[in-house]
């Protein structure tokens, strides 16, 4: 019999979240575009991280430097697109400090407790650091076909 692989709900090495809705609606925020909400600490610290490194990113566009989450919406989004730059930064600034006030008043799991590897309740990715990058990969069949779905989504919203 094969014994069940559990996590640590402290390990770094994951980021553990549900699939659900913010309270917020987001034009500019890929973390807030996302149905996935963070459930422990370190997945917490992760997005937080992640999100000052793309806005610590900087690129010019017309006479205006803007961050990392402007620049992407902008060759992404085509509601961003239509709007002026100027509107286009302040968005991203009253975004970003709607999601850090979602990001920290959620309810996270207890990191002192362990979850199955094998779940349907949670998405679970295993972080992989290369250099400076950290790549999450899905942990199990679940995430994977719930990446595998979104990355089509994505695509066809392209399209």
């Given amino acids: 019999m094969a014994t069940e692989e559990i996590i640590n709900l402290d390990d770094v090495n994951y ?16 973390i807030g575009l996302s149905k996935e909400i963070p459930m422990t600490k370190n997945t917490l610290i992760h997005i937080k991280l992640s999100m000052d490194e793309i806005r610590n990113s900087q690129f010019s566009i017309s006479d205006k430097t803007v961050n990392g989450f402007v620049a992407i919406a902008l060759q992404l989004n085509p509601k ?14 009253s975004e970003y400090e709607s999601i850090l006030e979602e990001l920290d008043n959620l309810e996270l799991l207890n990191e002192n407790e362990t979850i199955p590897l094998e779940t349907e309740d949670y998405l679970i990715y295993k972080l992989e650091k290369e250099c400076h990058v950290t790549t999450s990969i899905p942990a199990n069949e679940f995430t994977k076909k719930y990446y595998l779905d979104e990355i089509k989504r994505i695509e066809d919203a392209l399209d």
Avoid: P, R
Wanted: aromatic share 10%.
């Fill in 15 to 30: 980021a553990v979240y549900k699939i659900g809705e913010w309270k917020n609606n987001y034009e500019i925020n890929q």
């Fill in 80 to 93: 961003v697109q239509e709007m002026e730059l100027d509107d286009a930064i302040a968005l991203e600034q």
